[in-house]
């Protein structure tokens, strides 16, 4: 088994000499893990009419002549149909570009920054930033996004479930309309259940929080199984060619009976994050290296756990036994097989 407090002071003994290095991964894979630099254009219309903001500076001159001429309903017909379609096609086109991102280049750099985390405990020497990339190399990069994608298809599929009370609610609102707007009276909900409720009022806010509660209780699925999918980038950072559905089920096969000790683990981060958000979310920054060396941690009490139990082995995970010269009976510490 494993502690938290051992896991804690692992990783502050693996950070030192190394924190900046391992801030400067973090600070990279917060970048473009969000794709924050890809698609971002907000604005105010407020501060537009103000003359203030990013949305003056976008729309100047002609555009924003016909942005005002559009706004204010003196606009041509084609010419609104062809600004609006365009804004719909450019809306499109960002919604399938960050789904693109989201699949193709965020998981990926996740990967890569669990391998270097992994990487710097098991050697005293600081691993290259570039290792962050490593799995966007050939032999590597679509193995990792097919297993990423496979862990992110089933969580998503779980989330699912929350829903069913949403659609719940908006057959409720449906049969509203109905009963009371198109006066289908067999549509609409009896006056003697709201009576009973204590009024329309007391009718909605009750039906609004058994949805809360009802979603909020399916919900926890998901947040199981992604505890039990933990380990799966992890896993695939060790080695991509294990296959999709061979990491997704090891990582559970690794966290059974661990998910509610690492939640509590994740808990005692709780304080950190708290402080680190009122200096204005900067603060968090500097948290994050160092849970995610305990993450590394985590992850490496629970391999050797799954080798010890015969779940997997070091060479399925990527590494070869070196034999040392001076006594070939005992085996010295694995090395990464490289694809």
Known sequence: ?????????????????????????????????????????????????????????????????????????????????????VMLLFAVLAGLAGVAYAIFVSPVVQVGSDRWFSRSRESAAVPSIGMLFSHFKQGRYMKTVGGMLWMNLFLFLWSLLAMIPLLGGVTWVIVQFLGENLGWSGYAIPDQFYNWLGGFEAARLTFFLLLMLASSLLALPVIIKGYSYRMTPWILADNPQIGYKRALKLSMQLTRGHKWGIFVLDLSFIGWFFLGALLCGIGIMFVMPYFQAVQAELYARLRRLGVD??????????FTPVVPVSSAAEPAAGRELEP
């Open 1 to 85: 088994m494993w502690r938290r407090s051992e896991l804690k002071t692992q990783a502050k003994q693996n950070l030192t000499n190394k924190y900046w290095q391992a801030f400067a991964v973090m600070f990279i894979t917060g970048i473009l893990a969000s794709g924050n630099g890809i698609v971002s254009y907000s604005f105010n219309l407020r501060d537009y009419r103000q003359g203030n903001g990013n949305f003056n500076d976008m729309f100047s001159g002609q555009w924003r002549d016909m942005f005002d001429r559009f706004s204010q309903g003196d606009f041509p017909m084609g010419w609104a149909g062809g600004f609006v379609f």
């Open 309 to 318: 139990q015969g779940l997997c082995t070091m060479e399925e995970l990527g």
